[in-house]
């Protein structure tokens, strides 16, 4: 029986609309009522469905609580609402309910929709969001959050109808099947088995229903088998009772190759090697186990090495810090980079993150050290500074000193250059007095004597100060007695 | 599926074809909610049964045509005795009720001699809430305290109160098994 859909299908001219179609296709993802505008001409454009979403249809993999199924429809809610006596519905089943009754399905009580529906609370949604569905086409056995499903449905969903490639045609047809640009999946073709004319959208039901050159007649077991998809293959090798096979236990040991049918009756019989292929499918699952296990053995041990490294490092690092205050005091310098930074590179790290505070640490703690580095430096400055100054100034003291001596020396020969030249002035002059008077030259002598008496004790004073570069403070003091008696001279 | 297909095939098999031709777009056609409903109610009654009730879709697979049996309660005339319903769906199930008839029958005054329930929720009481489980249980119920002010048996009302033995006799004498069809 060929499908009614079929003859307008044949009489179809695409080509009168073709050179349209670039023009439509801009608002093509839109448009569900112009079924000639869908048409894809971008391939990454996504055809979007054309029947909404049933809920009613969905699946849901887990049994769904009786607490969140509408009384109407019983499936879980779709956009529910909830009556003025407490009970909640889908919006669309208590409104298709209120057409011939205008009370609430559960106690009657008399409801007027436009003023007594109230929202549900969100958390009633959020359950329903979660539950966990099916997508209600054929064929198709993905699984979502509900809230996601409609999405994928409407968008992604292979299995969803949408309208046919070829513009001319406004059939419906599932997403995987309009695949080729152009292409109407709703023309005819010839079944590659009965040479009938099929649409292509019907060609796999046509396969499995009526077409009867499809099915081929097992060549071991008479039975009538479908040899669409390589099936016959499978038929023989998994299934047909007449055709031979090997023992179920043929990995244990089993040489028992027969028909299949009485291979299984030996296998239910009790096959010898069950015993043997039991133990060694449980081995394999034992071995199994024992890896999975060791591999997680071994990531909980490089978790556990991670945890203990970073420890360790800590408290090296708060060590490190005692014994870097303790050296800088005692003023020696030591270097405790190395031992923090060699355990952080080989560590491996669980995370970026993890990496990330780790390198942080130590660069903080090589801050640290380079803090008291420069302390310890700058205190050795100060005290060779110090240290240094120190001589200069001593250095100082003895060179004005050393001139202190010199200017006294100078001045003691200039006094005596002085003295002699006054004396021998006075010589002259108590000669020339002499010569005039005889009483004036016998105090010119005493004057004399006086002199000489003054330079005898100055000169001692200069020897004890030359040789004392040590004992500046004596010299000083010398110097300034020196100094005193010149002045006085 | 099998189930909605076939019914395609009897029923609505020439509307859907309609709709491919892409002559009424509507989303999803009456008899469709209908099947929906009918096939979680039937899930549900495989995997939670009531006890002394059960239901399944007649052997021609419509699945808007189901059979059903009730056990007769305890302490009632009717204990220990078994009866087939018959159960008629139109395409707004849940919206509007399913036509029930005893098909086994029956002595009780709110049956009549063909099978004819009267009950209320069954007419105008009925609300989409109801199922085909709620129904069966309500039958069941029926069945030990009938409706005796509004019968459709006249006589069984009357010898409901007066003379209960009798009733038993005559409910004993109109059972009688009959074969599934």
């Known amino acids: 029986m060929p499908p009614p859909n079929t003859p307008v299908d044949g009489t179809t001219t695409p080509q009168s609309t073709q050179p349209s179609q670039p023009a439509q296709s801009s608002q093509s993802s839109q448009s569900v009522s112009r079924p000639t505008s869908s048409i894809i001409m971008d391939a990454s454009q996504v055809k979007t469905a054309l029947v909404k979403m049933d809920y009613q249809a969905i699946d849901y993999v887990n049994p769904v609580d009786e607490t969140l199924i509408c009384p109407i429809c019983r499936t879980a809610f779709h956009s529910p609402i909830t009556t003025p006596c407490g009970h909640t519905f889908c919006a669309k089943c208590i409104n298709r309910a209120l057409e011939r009754q205008r009370v609430c399905p559960i106690d009657r009580q008399p409801i007027d929709k436009t003023r007594d529906y109230r929202p549900i609370p969100l958390i009633i949604k959020e359950q329903l969001d979660r539950l966990e569905a099916r997508c209600p086409n054929q064929g198709c056995d993905y699984v979502c959050a509900r809230e996601n499903l409609e999405a994928h449905y409407e968008r992604h969903c292979e299995f969803t109808l949408v309208h046919c490639s070829k513009p001319s045609c406004d059939k419906l047809v599932a997403r995987h099947l309009c695949s080729i640009e152009g292409q109407c999946m709703h023309e005819m073709t010839n079944c590659d088995f009965c040479l009938k004319p099929v649409a292509f959208v019907d060609l796999d039901a046509h396969w499995e229903q009526e077409c009867e050159a499809a099915f081929a007649t097992c060549p071991d077991c008479d039975a009538s088998v479908s040899v669409v998809n390589n099936s016959m293959l499978k038929h023989i090798q998994q299934e047909c009772p007449e055709a031979m096979a090997k023992c179920k236990w043929d990995g244990a040991g089993c040489r028992v190759t027969d028909k299949r049918r009485i291979v299984r009756e030996h296998e239910r019989n009790g096959c010898m090697y069950e015993t043997v292929g039991r133990l060694l499918e449980q081995q394999a699952e034992d071995r199994r186990i024992i890896q999975d296990l060791t591999r997680r053995l071994a990531s909980l041990e490089a978790v556990r090495d991670t945890r203990r490294r970073e420890r360790r490092r800590d408290s090296a690092a708060t060590i490190n810090d005692r014994t870097a205050t303790a050296t800088a005091a005692g003023g020696s310098l030591t270097n405790p980079t190395t031992s923090t930074s060699t355990p952080a590179d080989s560590t491996t790290w669980e995370s970026p993150h993890n990496y990330m505070l780790a390198q942080f640490e130590r660069l903080e703690s090589h801050m640290e050290e380079l803090r008291e580095m420069v302390c310890e430096m700058d205190m050795r400055q100060s005290a060779s500074f110090l240290h240094h100054s120190k001589q200069v100034a001593d250095r100082f003291l003895e060179l004005g000193d050393k001139v202190g001596v010199l200017s006294m020396h100078t001045k003691w020969l200039l006094n005596m250059q002085y003295m002699q030249r006054n004396a021998q002035l006075r010589a002259a002059n108590a000669a020339s007095l002499a010569a005039a008077a005889a009483g004036a030259g016998g105090a010119g002598l005493s004057g004399g004597s006086d002199g000489l008496n003054h330079g005898g004790e100055s000169s001692s004073g200069a020897g004890s100060s030359s040789d004392s570069g040590l004992r500046y403070q004596g010299s000083r003091r010398g110097s300034e007695g020196r100094i005193e008696n010149l002045t006085r001279l | ?181």
């Open chain 2, 1 to 181: 599926m099998s189930f909605a297909e076939s019914s395609q095939n009897t029923t609505s098999g020439s509307l859907q074809a309609n709709n491919k031709l892409g002559g009424t777009r509507k989303p999803v056609e009456p008899g469709q909610n209908a099947v929906k409903r009918l096939q979680t109610e039937l899930m549900q009654l495989m995997t939670s049964p009531a006890p002394g009730v059960s239901a399944f879709p007649s052997a021609d697979g419509n699945l808007l045509s189901w059979r059903a049996t009730i056990e007769g309660p305890a302490d009632t005339p009717y204990a220990g005795l078994t009866f087939k319903l018959s159960f008629e769906f139109p395409s707004n199930y849940p919206y509007a009720p399913p036509t029930v008839l005893f098909r086994t029958p029956i002595y009780h005054p709110n049956v009549d001699f063909s099978g004819r329930i009267c009950l209320d929720i069954l007419k105008d009481k009925w609300t989409a809430a109801y199922n085909t489980q709620t129904v069966l249980l309500s039958l069941q119920s029926l069945l030990g305290e009938p409706n005796n002010s509004s019968p459709l048996n006249g006589e069984a009302a009357e010898l409901w109160d007066k003379d209960p033995a009798l009733f038993k006799t005559k409910v004993m004498d109109r059972h009688k098994d009959i074969e599934d069809d």
